[in-house]
């Protein structure tokens, strides 16, 4: 007989709907009204981001000690996901300062962490992550941005491509070579101020999705810093981005479930008010079946989702195999559903009057950042076939 005990593990902890309530609350009010503008006008929603600081919902995973809300992963994956619900672009706030914190949290001095952590856990600035470049996207370990000691300094000169709320973030996480003998394995992490001489940053892509969450190319032309801001060991560089990615592929599936619940929440909605033929479209045994279909996947991601937090969490293991499993099949999923609740509304779905056509354009990069999902499945199988 299975102990009742061990069929709690299947129940949400209440603080953790707590948190969802809150965030929920706050993303109603004064996120999702700003979500439609922030589309429109492709300009980070400065509003949102000081509704969700105000509540502690910016940068939720930064731990006690250094000033922030301490939230463990899965109630900083239920933060994301709420947001994400209101406003896709609003939720790389707090998704992008986990990114661009967590090398810190993982390998950082204790100096380096309570010299920049209560910052973004106060709200001062945001911080970013750089990996990607032009020439080295999936195959980060090809970058050429190059560090170069110089005493008590280093010197960083290269271009990052794909920096997510650059030019908005005050810290970036840099990854350059400083050993260019030795490949990912002379790969070093930095931190790199957005004031620091020599920074500066390309022009705002044009994107089709996210508009409101800027992204931009950074320059590093001659950014001399001081060496004390290497982030752990030389050369452990490439290591800490792997893991860090471990990590918050948690939340780029969180933000994808919370992009489907908007879209599915939305089409509930409508087809229950929308009437052809003399009923509710919602009525239609077909209508109902894509209905059921879209549930189905969006509660499936969900609990994989939820599975990989606790993971990250605990850092076990097989974080790579859940991460990247839940970071692929919910952005499958959210793909799917929000293209299924384009076609529920009709025409009306394929208009920017109404939000499911912003939801299925947000949706498509979360297959795609992070590490596409052709590289999710190979990361999957890669662990699937380990002894």
Known sequence: ??????????????????????????????????AAEADETAEF????????????????????EYGGAGADALATAIVIEEVA???????LIPAV????????????????KRRYLPRVAQGEGMFSYCLSEPEAGSDAASMTTRAVRDGDHYVLDGVKRWITNAGVSEYYTVFAVTDPSARSRGISAFVVEKSDSGVSFGAPE????????????????????????MIGDPGTGFGTAMRTLDHTRVTIAAQAIGIAQGALDYAKGYVKERKQFGKAVAEFQ??????????????????????????????????TYFGAAAKCFASDA????????????GGYGYTRDYPVERMMRDAKITQIY??????????VARQLLKD
């Open 206 to 229: 044009k994107k089709l999705g996210i508009k409101g969450s800027p992204t931009r190319e950074v320059y590093l032309d001659s950014v001399r810093i001081p060496a004390d801001r």
């Open 370 to 379: 992070e590490g596409t999902n052709q590289v999710q499945r190979i990361v």
């Open 85 to 91: 619900r209101a406003c896709a672009a609003s939720s």
């Open 334 to 345: 959210a793909m799917e559903i929000t293209t299924d609740a384009v076609q529920l509304l």
């Open 286 to 319: 077909g209508i109902q079946f894509m209905l059921a279909d879209m549930g189905m996947k969006l509660e499936a991601a969900r609990q994989l989702t939820y599975a990989a937090a606790a993971r990250s969490e605990r850092n076990d293991p097989d974080l």
């Open 97 to 112: 300062n986990k990114l661009g914190t967590l090398p810190l949290l993982l390998a950082g001095s204790e100096e380096l």
């Open 1 to 34: 007989m299975t102990s009742e005990s061990s069929f709690d593990a299947y129940l949400m902890p209440e603080e953790h709907e707590a948190i969802r309530e809150a965030v929920r609350a706050v993303c109603d009010a004064k996120v999702a009204p700003h």
């Open 45 to 64: 929603p400065k509003a949102s981001y000081e509704a969700l600081r105000a509540a502690d919902f910016h940068a939720p995973h930064i731990p006690e």
